[in-house]
């Protein structure tokens, strides 16, 4: 016969045992990666990206040493043979745009950097893509000059009017064929310039100005 005592144990027993089970950890997973975002690669700027302005073009300043830093990146690179065929040149080499259609003698296509002493002195736009904030450029018309700029300061010349706009560093020139001559779109421009502020004021319709020369290096 079975006592009430023994039955007591067994009970007490299987309460302990209950007790010292050993329960499974539950496992622990990995949180899910965040998801990067590649770094872009650095890209050189299109042509049509360059902002215009009274002080220069894009990264070009007017004053500044030209920005160099990677030749596949830069939109100012020096070729140190461009001009060593020319007699009368100043130098062999010369600043050009990285871009194409690669600058000649005679074209500031796309456009033309005069860089005397080691900084950018003058800038001169060939290509309708580059435009101002506002844009304006070649091939804008005197009311959209105006309209952008109306308190650009301006200068009657034989054949065009120029629309100077000061800024910090240099002036913002918009060379606008005038009525009563027919060598140039009337009251559109025709010459886009950036000039330094302490050079003389002047036009290039009618005459053989420019930069893009050797000679001018």
């Known amino acids: 016969m079975i006592s009430l005592r023994a039955i007591t144990v067994v009970v007490v027993s299987g309460f302990l045992l209950a007790g010292c089970a050993v329960t499974e950890p539950t496992p622990v997973t990995d949180p899910p990666a965040a998801s990067e975002t590649p770094t872009p690669e650095p890209t050189k700027p299109a042509l049509g990206e360059l902002v215009l302005s009274p002080d220069g ?18 939109v100012l690179i020096y070729d140190e043979d461009y001009c060593a065929d020319v007699d009368g040149a100043p130098s062999a080499g010369k600043w050009i745009p990285n871009y194409e259609p690669a600058l000649s003698e005679q074209s500031p ?6 860089v005397p002493e080691d900084a950018v002195s003058q800038i001169a736009i060939g290509s309708a893509d580059i435009v101002t904030a506002e844009g304006v450029g070649l091939g804008s018309t005197r009311d959209e ?4 700029y109306p308190d650009a300061a301006v200068t009657e010349l034989l054949g065009t ?4 706009v000061t800024g910090e560093n240099g002036r913002l020139v918009f060379e606008v064929g005038a009525p009563g001559q027919t060598d140039y779109a009337v009251d559109e421009v025709v010459f886009v310039r950036v000039l330094n502020l302490t050079d003389e004021l002047h036009g290039w319709a009618y005459t053989d100005a420019g930069f893009a020369y050797c ?3």
């Open 57 to 74: 073009l894009g990264p070009l300043v007017i004053g500044a040493a030209p920005p160099v830093a990677d030749p596949a990146l830069d």
């Open 109 to 114: 296509e796309p456009f033309s950097v005069y």
């Open 145 to 148: 000059v105006i309209a952008a």
């Open 161 to 164: 009017d120029l629309y100077v």
């Open 215 to 217: 000679l001018n290096a």
